[in-house]
């Protein structure tokens, strides 16, 4: 679903993009950086994948592709949100990205069909967004489908950690 073609305009559109906000002096928070991401990915795959439409609508999926729901989520750390009352079901595209010095991105991107229940509910009373972690993409990783990027398992003493490498989807 997500090919070079994508991932080279994704790249470009977002250099250009925070090149942009740069010579503007525009500072923009990594929520918002995410969230412009997100859109420029709904654009590249509306443009270049056949029957992706992006409705642009909150009420609807981020794409619809050949009418189903794909939804993006979009972060600069290590776990992705999404909402508690949220109860679209579908293919979800994870990525995750660091801008390089010369606000080059890289990205790290994978999906994957979810279910409601496959999301980590809050455990706080006063926020109510669900999470799906690392970890958890670790531990389900021969479920996904990995467009760029990989995961790498280490320990660090007697404890596992999980490193996101964007780039190159083959170590």
Known sequence: MITKEIVD??????????????????????????????GLLENAMADLIEGAVAPKIDSEPDIRLHGEPVEIKTTSGDCWFSGTFSKREGYFIFLSWMLKKDNTPEFFICGKDLKKDDWTPSKSKSYYATTYDKKRLYANKDEWDFYRGYLEAYDRGKQQCIKIHTGDTDV
């Not at 525009?26 to 950086?33: A, D, N, R, S």
């Open 9 to 38: 305009r994704l790249t470009s559109d977002t250099k250009e993009l925070f090149d942009f906000y740069d010579k503007k002096s525009l500072y923009k928070t990594k929520k918002q950086k995410s969230e412009d991401i997100s």
